[in-house]
T-cell receptor, first 115, second 109 residues
Framework: NAGVTQTPKFRVLKTGQSMTLLCAQD?????MYWYRQDPGMGLRLIHY???????AKGEVPDGYNVSRLKKQNFLLGLESAAPSQTSVYFC??????????????FGPGTRLLVL | KQEVTQIPAALSVPEGENLVLNCSFT??????LQWFRQDPGKGLTSLLL?????REQTSGRLNASLDKSSGRSTLYIAASQPGDSATYLC????????FGTGTRLQVFP
């Protein structure tokens, strides 16, 4: 049981390049989330999904797109990377059963540097 | 504005001390509050989850309390150890998690 995994662990991009971050969970969770963590700021929600085929915007969605084609995977895309997107990205998931009382499980993070 | 404030921002103590980390939040209608630890370069590990109907939760040397009316939670760490060194986060849940910047704890031998 791997929990929540993220690929890649680290990436360097040039401004304007595109990339996709992959989050996978093997806990059959319905909800999945993407956060970013920046120095001096708390984790902020980018996008989330409440089930396969659904996505919704979080607090800071601009410049990102997401897709949830399979229940176990949640992809975060940067179409044209900007230096302001340099950050550590965390994926999380939680079960629907038990409702909002349930905890979120976090992946190890992806460090992204945009030059 | 939804906000979490954690005091102190950083703390350095010798091994064996009992510690209190403070967390204050702005919403009173929360589902739960959770304490996580984050090791450098790592993800978040859940320590304790306190539901809105609960006053406290305990796990080993850790005890967390929740006072919704005052918007406060505290994490008590007994007999601290160098392995407790990490950043501690206390997001609260109002259908999404609201995070503060955490308390960075260093326990030295």
């Amino acid at each position: 049981n791997a929990g929540v995994t993220q690929t890649p662990k680290f990436r360097v991009l040039k401004t304007g390049q595109s990339m996709t971050l992959l989050c996978a969970q093997d806990m059959n969770h319905e909800y999945m989330y993407w956060y970013r963590q920046d120095p001096g700021m708390g984790l902020r929600l980018i996008h989330y999904s409440v089930g396969e085929g659904t996505t919704a915007k979080g607090e800071v969605p601009d410049g990102y797109n997401v897709s949830r084609l399979k229940k176990q995977n949640f992809l975060l895309g940067l179409e044209s990377a900007a230096p302001s997107q340099t950050s550590v990205y965390f994926c999380a998931s939680r079960t629907l059963a038990g409702g909002r009382q349930e905890t979120q499980y976090f992946g190890p993070g992806t460090r992204l540097l945009v030059l | 504005k939804q906000e979490v404030t954690q005091i102190p921002a950083a703390l350095s103590v010798p091994e064996g001390e009992n510690l209190v980390l403070n967390c204050s939040f702005t919403d009173s209608a929360i589902y739960n509050l959770q304490w996580f630890r984050q090791d450098p370069g790592k993800g978040l590990t859940s320590l304790l989850l306190i539901q809105s109907s609960q006053r406290e939760q305990t796990s080993g040397r850790l005890n967390a309390s929740l006072d919704k009316s005052s918007g406060r939670s505290t994490l008590y760490i007994a007999a601290s150890q160098p392995g407790d060194s990490a950043t501690y986060l206390c997001p609260y849940n109002t259908d999404k998690l609201i995070f503060g910047t955490g308390t960075r704890l260093q326990v030295f031998p």
